[in-house]
T-cell receptor, first 109, second 115 residues
Framework: GQNIDQPTEMTATEGAIVQINCTYQ??????LFWYQQHAGEAPTFLSY??LDGLEEKGRFSSFLSRSKGYSYLLLKELQMKDSASYLC??????????WGAGTKLIIKP | EAEVAQSPRYKITEKSQAVAFWCDPI?????LYWYRQILGQGPELLVQ????????DSQLPKDRFSAERLKGVDSTLKIQPAELGDSAMYLC?????????????FGPGTRLTVL
């Protein structure tokens, strides 16, 4: 079966750094997405990785290791507005997007 | 900035009633997705359109759900009859094509409550 694992919930402090991990087991791999979803709102795109390595975009970075079936999203200089759920999703060999359940990130002052 | 439009934003209905949701994707986006999302879970794909054709409806409960995209532009998702377990957020998303690297752009969603 296809499976994506993420921690259910994480807590971090404003101004700090947090790393959200995602491991996946899918039928093939055609890329990994990270989306941000604030409570009651729709997901919004954060990043896409298809090659191994780190992609940096402002305060957010995403890392991929295809051999390990592993990715992480790194958030720096945390702000209160970063409180949201972060969804990991993998495109499989059939070009279907397989979604994780999301990690709820709570930022404390 | 172009956005995906959905209506209504909220819908409360009684079980056994019919409900319909509408989605207007970003202009020029050939691929349209309907998802269901239960609180605390990731989105679950219900149906995927490429232009007016259904590409994947394997997870759509076809005894009660139907979806159409007649002219390859806007789309309607219908539930008849609604059941208590259908209470969820229904999300519509679009992308330029079904290529793996294309991000999906989501609409604001329709929050359905079945009483």
């Amino acid at each position: 079966g296809q499976n994506i694992d993420q921690p259910t919930e994480m807590t971090a402090t404003e101004g700090a750094i947090v790393q959200i991990n995602c491991t996946y087991q899918t039928s093939g791999f055609n890329g990994l997405f990270w989306y941000q979803q604030h409570a009651g709102e729709a997901p919004t795109f954060l990043s896409y990785n298809v090659l191994d390595g780190l992609e940096e975009k402002g305060r957010f970075s995403s890392f991929l290791s295809r051999s390990k079936g592993y990715s992480y999203l790194l958030l720096k200089e945390l702000q209160m507005k970063d409180s949201a759920s972060y969804l990991c999703a993998v495109t499989d060999s059939n070009y279907q997007l397989i979604w994780g359940a999301g990690t709820k990130l709570i930022i404390k002052p | 900035e172009a956005e995906v439009a959905q209506s209504p934003r909220y819908k409360i209905t009684e079980k056994s009633q019919a409900v319909a949701f509408w989605c207007d994707p970003i202009s020029g986006h050939a691929t349209l997705y309907w998802y269901r999302q239960i609180l605390g879970q990731g989105p679950e794909l219900l149906v995927q359109f490429q232009d007016e054709s259904v590409v994947d409806d394997s997870q759509l409960p076809k005894d009660r759900f139907s979806a159409e995209r007649l002219k390859g532009v806007d789309s309607t998702l219908k539930i008849q009859p609604a059941e208590l377990g259908d209470s969820a957020m229904y999300l519509c998303a679009s992308s330029p094509s079904a290529d793996a690297y294309n991000e999906q752009f989501f609409g604001p969603g329709t929050r359905l409550t079945v009483l």
